[in-house]
């Protein structure tokens, strides 16, 4: 979702996930979603079931060798960026088939738009 700051891209993506969760959650349990690991980058914080783990960054917090990763000159061993680290998380946490997003919050960036 892109825009200008304040039109209300936050508030579309936690009103799908709201709609989404509302949705498959079991009528007899319907409970007010709650985003309890926003603003968190550890994947593995557990969450009831029918929630969608939401992994919140800002991707001009850091340098673009901090977010994707870099190679090591001289052994060529890659070592993992913040947001390549998320994403090895996420695909080894999919396996109990919870929905997890990865929200890259902050003004775009040709850099690391591009990338």
């Known amino acids: ?37 926003e603003r968190s980058v550890d994947p593995d914080e557990g969450e009831p079931d029918g929630d969608i783990t939401v992994l919140c960054l800002n991707p001009k917090a850091f340098k673009v060798s901090e977010f994707y990763g870099t190679q090591h000159d001289l052994t060529r061993d890659w070592r993992d960026g913040v ?6 998380r996420a695909n080894r946490a999919n396996a109990d088939e919870k929905s997890q997003w990865i929200v890259l919050d902050g003004p775009i960036d040709s850099i690391w738009a591009e990338s």
């Open 1 to 37: 979702i892109i825009g200008p700051p304040g039109c209300g891209k936050t508030t579309i993506w936690k009103s799908l996930r709201s709609a989404l969760v509302f949705h498959n959650d079991d009528p007899l349990k319907r409970r007010r979603p709650s985003v309890k690991s």
């Open 83 to 88: 947001f390549t680290e998320l994403l090895r």
